[in-house]
């Protein structure tokens, strides 16, 4: 939920409310609905484009819900209230009936509608732009065929743009959607006039060329540009609608993570109930292998407790009786007794939830430099063609046909079909040849963040390291140091715990006879007769094996004692290890300009000596999910542009917080849901080439943004003077077109650092 905003008196009894709201097309439209609610008395609110969303705190005595509600469907938008992330989660039929639920109906409806337009639109026309500009294929009454495929597309395909673009001129706005509909619109009506009252309607009309405007009669049609300009800005906008709503995603998959039911003990019996039935101070039982229902303090038992989901590492946590769980997180070895200290939304779970969504609340989206240029362009275009038509009117003896031609040159060259294509087909061609080499980037405002960012903050586990528990050194004495790897295999190979299970995997091992288990001490068996015990050591440890032993534990490794027959005879160091490509991948990011900064919940030990490894100079440890965005949010307030790279639950938030999130491929969907690229193949140094790739597709779509403009905005005072036929206003639309599509295509051979 949105907090009181500063400016509102703390003693005021203001009501926090998140509504959900439909129909915006663009970041103007977000803004109008914030400046609407705000004017109300006694509202603070916030609107997110990206999230659909407002975020709205009022005085109840002032306002109610329902005026907030009318108020956005009064500025031409569809509102709802909705229930709190962590509400949502405690009823037995959310999501379904939930709010965020409803934006993801709207949405995939819309993406659906978009979808369908876009088809029957681009099959129409393609015919359309065949007879039309090659003059052998033009039959007999081609043009009335043309008029026929074309009217559908106007009218139903363009609906989307036609019906923004009125919303936005009730409230004095101009969009990409105004300068759509007003030049498919001219584009339609001029090419309506030629067919029924000049000559472009005889049945043998041909679309010849010349250079200047026909001085008394219409006989050019230009239905094709409204074929092209209407179904590739009906594809960016499906794009567009596809890439939206990544935090309720991330929010839905996190909130799935948690335990659907819990052995509760009640009157005596165990009795299976939903989680969210379980009461404060309610034990249930968790068996090895279960998520653990929810938070609590362990009464009975003791397991070795993996909170990956929680710290991002790996390495398991001994839990005994007075131990504090955490739901979600999972028990791997023995029976838990857990007493319920916290339920609902209260839990760590459901404020991991929250602090996701807040992040990507408070993510201001990118403002469409196409919406800002046609804040500005809109109105110039018709001003410029008003007066082109008044002017020859007043200032010539030609008459109304050239005066209305030279209008229409005017709003036809200005038409952005080029525009339409200057997003959509950079960003076709860049996140496809990205699919291709494993980057996964999901919308033009990502390319914007990889341009700003100065600072890269990476987790340890999972990213930088491999995030798998292995043998990495080994210390005997008495024995070899072959043979105290076999002995210790042997034994933890019929325990569960995963360092148990890493040293399993290091060496082949034989049958282990009379197997023990010792809570929190370790395991002792008989093997090739000798009896073998693995775990902490039982005394102080002589010189040969106590350096090793300290050695390890402040490099952030687990190291276990081997002792046989009685003897310490030997350590094994268990960690998890750097990715063979870290260190290239660091360098790589230091090139492009960033400045790396580790940050993991792991102990400063283990965090210094990877950081040491890979060449990191900044570290952060010990941090909680909460405190990694906290951190995250610290560097934003020095004025740094951060990205974030991470794999777990635990990253979800920060990832959402930065400026730019990047989520390991092998990571978890909570991660990936709630980052802006994701990197497939897991390497590190595919980070490097995501930005690389994202740079270049930006700097590929400004370009295309440019010339777009630049070949139509040349040839405007050609066409207001009367020089231009209308028909060359098409071509020189067309070409620009094939100049920005060309472009494009370029990035088809961006060269990756990682294979």
């Not at 038992?301 to 131990?323: F, Q, R, W, Y």
């Not at 295309?704 to 050609?718: D, E, G, K, S, T």
Request: with cysteine; proline share 4%.
């Amino acid at each position: 939920m949105a907090q009181t905003p500063a400016k509102i008196p703390a003693a005021l009894n203001f009501i926090d409310v998140d509504l959900g709201v439909t129909g915006m097309t663009c970041t103007s439209c977000s803004a109008r609905v914030e400046r609407k609610l705000n004017k109300l008395d006694g509202v603070e609110a916030t609107v997110n484009y990206a999230t659909e969303s407002a975020q709205v705190s009022y005085d109840p005595s002032k306002v109610s819900p329902e005026q907030l509600i009318k108020t956005v469907e009064d500025t031409g938008y569809g509102a709802f209230t909705m229930a709190s992330a962590a509400a949502e989660s405690e009823e037995d039929n959310a999501p379904a009936d939930s709010g965020q639920s409803r934006i993801d109906a709207a949405r995939d409806h819309e993406a659906a509608d978009l979808k369908h337009r876009v088809i029957v639109s681009a099959l129409l026309s393609v015919p359309v732009v065949l007879v039309s500009m090659i003059p052998a294929l033009q039959f007999n009454n081609w043009q009335w065929a043309v008029l026929t495929l074309v009217t559908p597309i106007f009218f139903w395909g363009g609906s989307p743009f036609h019906k923004a673009t009125w919303a936005n001129l009730k409230h004095g706005s101009f969009t990409m959607d105004t300068l759509v509909s007003l030049g498919t619109s001219a584009a339609y009506l001029w090419s309506l006039w030629a067919l029924f009252i000049g000559n472009a309607g005889h049945p043998g009309m041909k679309m010849e060329m010349h250079l200047l405007p026909s001085a008394s009669t219409m006989d050019e049609i230009y239905l094709e540009t409204v074929a092209v300009v209407i179904t590739f800005l009906l594809l960016g906008r499906w794009f567009e609608t596809k890439a939206k709503g990544q935090s309720s995603e991330a929010l839905r998959k996190l909130l799935d993570m948690g335990a659907k039911d819990a052995v509760v003990l009640r009157d005596g019996a165990e009795v299976r109930v939903p989680v969210n039935q379980l009461k404060l101070g309610d034990v249930f039982i968790t068996r090895p292998g279960e998520k653990i229902a929810t938070d609590g303090e362990v009464v009975e038992g003791s397991s070795a407790v993996d909170e990956s989901m929680l710290t991002g590492e790996s390495i398991p946590v001994e839990v005994t009786k007075g131990s504090k769980v955490t739901g979600a997180t999972l028990n791997t070895s023995g029976r838990l007794m857990v007493k319920v200290t916290r339920i609902g939304a209260d839990t760590t779970l459901s404020q991991m939830a929250k602090l996701v969504t807040d992040a990507q609340s408070k993510k201001a989206p990118v403002q469409r430099l196409v919406d800002q240029i046609s804040q500005v362009f809109v109105p110039v275009v018709i001003v410029i063609a008003i007066a082109t038509l008044i002017a020859h009117l007043v200032f010539t003896d030609a008459g109304l046909a050239p005066a209305f031609t030279a209008a229409v040159a005017v709003l036809i060259i200005a038409c952005p079909c080029a525009l339409g294509l200057a997003t959509p087909t950079a960003l076709l061609v860049g996140t496809g040849r990205g699919a291709q080499l494993g980057l996964l980037i999901k919308g033009p405002e990502i390319l914007e963040s990889t341009k700003k960012v100065d600072t890269i903050v990476l987790d340890k586990t999972g990213t930088v390291t491999t995030g798998t528990m292995s043998v990495t050194d080994v210390t005997a004495i008495n024995y070899s140091e072959t043979e105290i790897l076999e002995f210790a295999a042997a034994v933890e190979s019929a325990s569960e715990h995963p360092i148990a299970q890493a040293i399993a995997k290091a060496a082949e091992h034989e049958q282990v006879t009379d197997f023990q288990n010792t809570a929190g001490q370790g395991v002792t068996g008989v093997v090739r007769g000798h009896e073998v015990r693995v775990g902490r050591p039982s005394s102080t440890l002589i010189d040969a094996l106590l350096h090793p032993f300290q050695h390890a534990q402040k490099i952030g490794g687990t190291p276990v004692v081997v002792t046989i027959d009685g003897v310490d005879s030997g350590i094994i160091t268990v960690r998890d290890t750097v990715k063979d490509t870290s260190a290239e991948a660091i360098r790589g990011l230091k090139e492009l300009g960033l400045t790396p900064i580790l940050l993991t919940g792991d102990n400063e030990g283990a965090a210094k000596s990877v950081a040491a490894e890979v060449g990191i100079d900044q570290v952060i440890a010990n941090v909680l999910p909460h405190e990694k965005v906290q951190n995250v949010e610290a560097l934003q307030a020095q004025g740094k542009n951060v990205a974030m790279v991470g794999d777990g639950v635990n990253d979800a938030a920060a990832l959402a917080q930065a400026d730019l999130g990047l989520a390991m491929g092998a990571g978890t969907d909570v991660a990936i849901e709630a980052s802006d690229i994701t990197l497939m193949n897991n390497d590190l140094r595919s980070a490097v080439d995501a930005i690389r790739l994202s740079r270049k597709t930006l700097g590929t779509i400004k370009g295309n943004l440019f010339w777009a403009f630049a070949y139509n905005v040349a040839l405007i005072p050609v066409a207001a003077i009367g020089l231009l036929n209308p028909m060359l206003a098409g071509i020189a639309m067309a070409f620009s077109s094939v100049f920005v599509v060309s472009n494009s295509l370029r990035l088809r051979g961006f060269k990756a650092r990682s294979n």
